[in-house]
């Protein structure tokens, strides 16, 4: 079976970004690139887990740019549970977009909840090299205390 390169790049990006937690100022800038993240999240008692933001990317940006989210939160005797995941390509046109990036979780697996979390959001993008050897490049990067609302599907 074979694979095309750019969907081996594209998943081995997204299992690296669910793997990887990085820290940033809460609204990282580079050049016209840009991320943001909004306050308030939203999670359902079945475990849909929801963030918003912004982001603006510049045309001249490589193709294939991604927005990915982890998600932290104090799991109290569980420890802390960390979630990564979005996926999102980006529409690189210099114009500020609306994202939000969804995941759903087993509750019973992994310990979300209502109330006070962290959130991470990157613009990235993923080039494979001959052996396979990838390289992540982040284009922006922002870091935000949210608060996870209870919504009701």
């Known amino acids: 079976m074979r694979v095309s390169t750019r969907r081996l790049a594209v998943t081995v990006l997204s299992a690296l970004a669910a793997a990887t937690a990085l820290t940033a100022p809460a609204d990282a800038r580079s050049h016209q690139n840009a991320i943001s993240v909004q306050e308030v999240g939203h999670i359902s008692e079945g475990g849909h887990v929801t963030l918003y933001g912004t982001y603006a990317c510049a045309p001249s940006s490589p193709r294939g740019v991604q927005i990915q989210v982890t998600l932290t939160q104090d799991a109290g005797d569980r420890g802390t549970t960390r ?6 390509e980006a529409e690189c046109d210099g114009q500020p977009h609306d ?11 992994v310990s979300l909840h209502p109330g006070a979390a962290g959130a991470q959001a990157r613009l990235q993008t993923a080039s494979l ?11 922006a990067q922002a870091e935000q205390d949210v608060v996870l609302e209870e919504k009701h599907r």
């Open 83 to 88: 979630l990564g995941f979005g996926g999102q």
């Open 99 to 109: 994202w939000s990036a969804s995941a759903d979780v087993n509750p019973s697996l």
């Open 129 to 139: 090299h001959s052996g396979f050897k990838l390289s992540v490049s982040y284009l």
